[in-house]
């Protein structure tokens, strides 16, 4: 079928990328889906770090490709082998898919799945298919969804259905920065009772986990280089919020600490700024050919620990249900994340705005 879709060309376009125009929305085919796949017209797809990491280059990736991965919509068709999904069923749409029976599977989140790994570096869906062209020749596929588009064919293992009363746009939240910032907190950081929750770098993810914590009845500190994100991390129900010279100036710590920056620097603030017994949780995504600077014998004296967590270490089937009775509760407010909503044929200026930090979660909507 005949579909519509925002590809990006080439990485490390100069900026302002509203100029350099990396991302093309063009016409593609999408092959019907094959064993275990079901086609999805998408509703909605948000903005993320981890799209435009690949747009900036900090994450290679095999172009040209599709881009999107935090997405929902309906099941429209679905391929043989799958049993466990219907026709018409709304769906979020997930990048790490879950085979069930790798060692990675096998440790309840906290290490992805191991052919979902690769698939997403080759820019395949799991099991190594390409349902994507475009004049003959194959496009990638961006972490097994490539949600920028009007429909996408994906691996029945990339999803997770949600009831209708959900909307597409909190749908599309669920599928990643709920999923990384809440699992920072529950899944990593496993603040305690009474335990102050301190969040570094306030982007979509960040302040994910700032209403995960707030719901779960802790203080929480916000701390980021903007002082927009600051006052937004204080609307959300954070109890203060500093810069990061401030709050290593005042002595602020805590014993729960989300890195969610991505950023070296940020990952040195958030090591200084974890109490002695306390842990960091660190789910940015730098370049990785970035480097950090900390002191091992701190480590050792305060009894640190640091923890690195992908994608909140979430089992998007346990996870997702949670969240959703959190947002249905009135406890997990997720409409405060988004925005903006825009087209398609603005994706190119919605990733200046996520590059400038001047947006949160952006809503693309895709009209079919």
Known sequence: ??????????IGAPLP???????????LDLDPPGDGEILVEIEAASLCHSDLSVVNGSRVRPVPMLLGHESAGRIREIGPGVDDLALGQRVIMTFLPRCGSCPGCATNGKLPCQPGT?????????GNAMRLHRGGAAVHHHLGVSGFATHAVV????????????PPEIAALLGCAVLTGGGAVINAGRPGPGDTVLVVGLGGVGLAAVLTAVALGHHVIGVDALPAKLDIARQLGARS?????DAIEKGVRAPVVIEAAGHPRAFETAIALTAAGGTTVTVGLPSPDARSQIAPLQLTAEARTIIGSYLGSAVPARDIPRYVDMWRNGQLPLEKLISGTLPLDRINDAMDQLHTGQALRQIIKVAP
């Open 1 to 10: 079928m005949k579909i519509r879709g925002a590809v990006l060309e080439t």
């Open 17 to 27: 990328y509203a100029d350099s125009a990396p991302i093309t929305v063009s016409e």
């Open 118 to 126: 690769v698939a997403n570096h080759a820019g395949s869906l799991l």
């Open 155 to 166: 691996n029945h293992r990339s999803v997770v259905p949600v009831d209708d009363d959900v």
């Open 241 to 245: 919020a500093y810069t990061p010279d």
